[in-house]
């Protein structure tokens, strides 16, 4: 797979871009998706990534993804997909870099406590929280708030997964339905093709890293994974090529034949879906009722086992368990610390929080606790809680 030359017509054309929220003179020397890339690259939520993890809280080792690591290796599968299908890379990496920007500390066992501790005040989403970031949280620039980036860019990262109203939809966060009042992101439509791409990209990189990092960890073998869909052929096939490789030149061989194969199949299967449905402008992507994007039968059916059998041996394992329970116990705790006590925030905290509804004081604590890394998170716990974890 190379590149293939000019963007197809089907890409999304940062030349025809819908523009921003606010108006902005445009870069002589870069394009509108270029500048969203470096926007996120340049935010402090994006910063903040190195010390967020995903399944293994920070102190367990240097060597596991981070949020960070893990938005790297999303992004460089991202642009290798899109420059093959001949769509925009800059969009495709921006909306890879910022997929993960709202997740709480401690991954998804801190998201499913703020969650519940949200749950009287509107609740807590991942995916809503990045475009809070996005558009207010963010505050850098002197004539607005936010990073005010392209109409394709914010599409994109609410859309990833497909439609956000309509049949089949779940229901839209408030945070995402009061943005859209104000700035229509054509919630009932599927996002553009380079959308969907990074979404894809995002499974394919989690699941052959948490692969690795379960392996380095010592939660699973080799030999378990031998009857796993893709993963069992692959391995058995380079054990058969280098017998008696060492163990780390044998998994990192192994998983870079599973991407590899995961890419290959997705771009082949992508291809086709763009010759039958013959779109002629990322608009008409978007108004097909489908994603174009996406695996072969066979190789949705080996994502399933693989994601089938990490839940059952990695996410699901003793060790993991202890540690997202003293996780969620810090977030349980923090979030009424800070309710019965403003004054614990920061002094600008509780300068944007004065005499604020509970409500709107609760999104205000959820939108600090969510942007703090794993180790402060720890820390704080230490400063205003008292219980023992």
């Known amino acids: 797979m190379i590149a293939k030359g000019p963007l197809a017509p089907y890409a999304c054309n940062p030349a025809a871009s819908r523009g921003r929220r606010f108006e902005e003179p445009e870069s002589p020397v870069r394009s509108g998706f270029q500048r969203d890339r470096d926007r996120v690259i340049h935010s402090t939520a994006f910063r903040r990534l190195k010390h967020k993890t995903q399944v293994f809280v920070f102190h367990e080792g240097d060597h596991y993804r981070t949020r960070l690591t893990h938005s790297l290796e999303v992004a460089q599968i991202a642009r290798t997909i899109c420059r093959v299908l001949r769509l925009d890379e800059d969009l495709g990496e921006a909306l890879a870099l910022a997929h993960d920007l709202g997740h709480t500390p401690f991954g998804h066992a801190g998201e499913d406590a703020l969650d519940a501790a949200m749950l009287e005040f509107g609740g807590f989403d991942h ?10 949280l963010e505050r850098r620039y002197a004539d607005f708030d936010g990073l005010n980036l392209t109409w394709e860019t914010l599409e994109g990262v609410i859309k990833h997964n497909g439609p956000v109203l309509g049949e089949g939809a779940a229901p839209c966060h408030e945070t995402v339905a009061a943005y ?39 939660l699973f073998t080799v030999d ?27 998994i990192h061989e192994s998983i870079r034949r599973m991407i590899d ?39 949705a059916a ?29 977030v349980t705790n923090l979030f009424p610390a800070y309710m019965s006590d403003p004054a614990a925030l920061p002094s ?15 999104r205000l604590v959820a939108d ?22």
Request: charge should be negative.
């Open 127 to 136: 995916n809503a929280q990045t475009l809070r970031i996005l558009t207010v």
């Open 180 to 218: 859209n009042a104000r700035h229509d992101l054509e919630l009932d439509t599927f996002a553009g093709l380079e959308a969907q791409v990074a979404a894809l990209a995002d499974d394919i990189a989690y699941n052959n890293h948490d692969i690795d990092d379960g392996l380095r960890a010592e």
């Open 224 to 250: 378990d994974l031998r009857e796993v869909p893709l993963a069992g052929p692959v391995f058995d096939e380079v054990l058969q090529r280098y017998p008696g490789l060492e163990r780390p030149r044998l």
């Open 261 to 299: 194969r995961m890419v290959s199949d997705l771009v082949r299967e992508t291809e086709s879906g763009l010759i039958a449905h013959h779109p002629e402008s990322a608009d008409d992507v978007r108004r097909l009722g489908q994603a174009v994007a996406g695996f072969s039968k066979e190789m």
């Open 302 to 330: 080996n994502d399933r086992g693989l994601k089938d059998f990490l839940f059952a041996n990695m996410y699901r394992h003793d060790r993991v368990g202890e540690m997202q329970e003293r996780a969620r116990q810090v």
């Open 348 to 362: 600008e905290w509780r300068t944007s929080g004065a005499d604020l509804a509970d409500r709107d004081m609760a």
């Open 368 to 389: 600090y606790i969510a942007g703090m890394t794993d180790g402060f998170a720890l820390a704080e716990h230490d400063r205003l809680c008292k219980s023992v974890i």
